[in-house]
DNA sequence: ACACTATTCCAATGATGATTGGAGAACCAT
DNA sequence: ATGGTTCTCCAATCATCATTGGAATAGTGT
C-alpha cells in the first residue's frame, strides 16, 4: 500500500472540488457565471444573496479555482475558469436529476406545467429554413456575453411590450440559460396565452456551449 | 422572476451531490466502489477507516443515491447507482487536476516518480499483436469484478513472488483502478529494478469502462 | 432459543462552514 | 487630499458535519 497521509491529502484535494459544489447558493452563482463574466454586486442581487455573502461564497469557488476574476477599476468581474468547470456543473446536475427524485421534483415546482421543447439540432434547422424565430429571454447583459447565432435578444422583462417585433405568422422558440432556467418556461407560457405559436429549446446556453455549437458575440 | 423558495430548494437538491462529494474519505471509498461491489467491512479496510465511520459516510453515498446496496446474508454490498456517477467522479479528478496545482503536487507525492505510461489505443494494439503482456496489480476480487480482456490478475502484493509467470522477452504492461492509482506504478517500478521492461496503462480500470471498451468479468 | 456476524442507529464531542455587520483596502473622480 | 464606490477581510454567532463507542437490528448457524 502507498503511504496513507500522501493518499489523504491527494483525495482531500479533489474533495476542494467537492466542496466548492456543495452549497446550493454557489451551484446558484455557477449557474449564473456561467452565463459569461459579472461583477459580485449583480451576482448577489440576481441570486438574491447579501452582498458579504455572496461575495464569501465566490471566495470558495475562486479558492477551489473554478472561477477566477478580472479587476476593472472598482469592479471585480468573475468568470469560469474554463468550460471543463461548465461540463463538471452540468453533468452533477445530470447526475443529480436522474438519479434523486426529490431533484424532479424540485425542477417540476420551480419551472411550472412543462412546455412543448425543441431540440438543439431542431433549433438550428429552424433557424435555417427561416421557419421560427429565436429569442433569447435572458437578461440583456448574457446575450451580449455569447448567444446562438441568429438569435433576437428579447428578455423576459420586455417580451409582453415587445410582442409586435414578433412576426404573428411564425413560430418562436425561447432560449435561456441551461436545462434549469424558468425563463424559457415562462415565455412560452406568456407567448401562449398570448396566442402566438411558441416553444422552448429543451436545455440553453450552458449545453449548447458545452456541444461546441457556433455561439455569436 | 420565478418563485425563490422554489429555486433554493431545486439548487439545495443539486448540491445534495455535490455535498455527498465533499469529503475526501467518501471520494475514496467511491473510487473503490467504482472498481465493483464491496461489503462495508471491505471498503473500510481498503480505506483504513473505523467501521462506523465507513457505514456513515456510505450512509451519506446512499442518500445522494450515488451507490445502492445489496443485502446477502448478513452482509451489505455497495455498488455505484450507475456509470454516470463514474463519469462524474472521473470529471471531478480531472477538473481537480487540471485547476488545483496543489492536486498535481499531492499526486506526484502519492504516485511517485512518474513511469512510462501506455495510452489504451497502444495497449489494445499490443495485446492484439501479442507484443506484450497485460497484468491487473489489483486485488484479486476487483480482477473479478471485471478486467480488460486478456489481462492476467497479478496483485501488486503477489508480483515479486510470481515473477516466473511472466515472459521474460516481453514487454509487460500493468494497470490498476484509474489515474490516480499506485499500484500499477508500484507495480512498474518493481518490474523494472528486477529488470524487467515494463510500463503501465496511463490511466486505469475506471476510464477503460467509461471509455466503453470491453471488459471481461 | 442462543451465540455469532455484519451493519446501522444513537448520542456526545469536537471540527468545520454559513451568515452578518462593520471595518479596511483598492480604485476612481474631483 | 477628500469622498464615493466596490469589494474583501475580520470577528462573532449559529448551524451543520465528522468521528467515536456502545446499543440495537437483521440475519446465520447450532
New binding site residues.
Partial sequence: MGDRDAKNALFDQFARVG?AL??G??LELLDLIAQGER????L?KSAE????????????L?QANLVV?R????????RLAGDDVAALFALLRTVADDRLPDVRTAREAYLGDDTEAVSREELLERVRSGRATVIDVRPAEEYAAGHIPGAVSVPLDELADRLAELPADQEVVAYCRGAYCVLSHDAVRLLTALGRTARRLADGMLEWRLAELPVAV
Same sequence: chains 1, 2.
Avoid: M, N, P, W
Fill in positions: 466542496k456543495a452549497s447558493k454557489r461583477t459580485v454586486d449583480a448577489a444573496l447579501g452582498l458579504t455573502t455572496a461575495s464569501a461564497h465566490l471566495q470558495t475562486k476574476t479587476r476593472e477599476g472598482t469592479k471585480i468581474f468573475y
